[in-house]
């Protein structure tokens, strides 16, 4: 059996973390998390009209700070439960404006299973495929949406 793969990505990613974690429990097998590191924040420092150029750079590297700092923070509580669970885990911190390429990326490499935090409806669906829809079809193992 191969590896296990979750994504990170938003508020709605411990129910994959959860799936993942009791599934390589179950199978002795080694979780990798890709913890992609955003926020929608960035928007606002980028498209501020009234902002001089010095204070958007501030206030970027203020929200950037604080990403990374809430991403150590989250990986911490992950290898701590890991950890208790007796699960070998290894954790990728990813920052990215191209979540599909990067989760794609990784998952080619070869998983058995990839369990992904399920995505709020679309306004307009048929426009916009969902991180699972890209997946499919792309790369080998089970693609698993996990809602919250």
């Known amino acids: 059996m191969k590896d296990i ?7 709605n990613s411990e129910t994959a973390v959860k799936e993942a ?3 390589a429990m179950s199978g002795s097998r080694k ?10 924040l ?16 501030t206030f970027l590297l203020y929200i950037r700070d604080q990403v990374l700092e809430q991403g ?3 990986a911490e509580r992950l290898s701590e439960r890991a950890g208790e669970m007796g699960i070998c885990l290894e954790i990728t911190p990813v920052e990215t404006d191209d979540v599909i390429s ?16 399920k995505e709020e409806k679309k306004l307009f669906p048929i ?22």
């Open 5 to 11: 793969l979750v994504v990170m990505n938003g508020e």
């Open 72 to 74: 150590r923070k989250e």
């Open 21 to 23: 974690f009791y599934a």
């Open 42 to 57: 960035y928007h606002y420092g980028h498209h501020d009209l009234v902002a001089p150029r010095l204070n958007k750079r």
């Open 127 to 148: 426009f916009k495929k969902t991180m699972a829809q890209h997946l499919k079809g792309k790369v080998p193992g089970r693609i698993i949406s996990c809602s919250g």
């Open 31 to 40: 979780v990798k998390v890709l913890q992609i590191l955003d926020s929608g």
């Open 102 to 117: 990067t989760v794609i990326a990784e998952a080619e490499k070869g998983y058995d299973t990839i369990y992904l935090p």
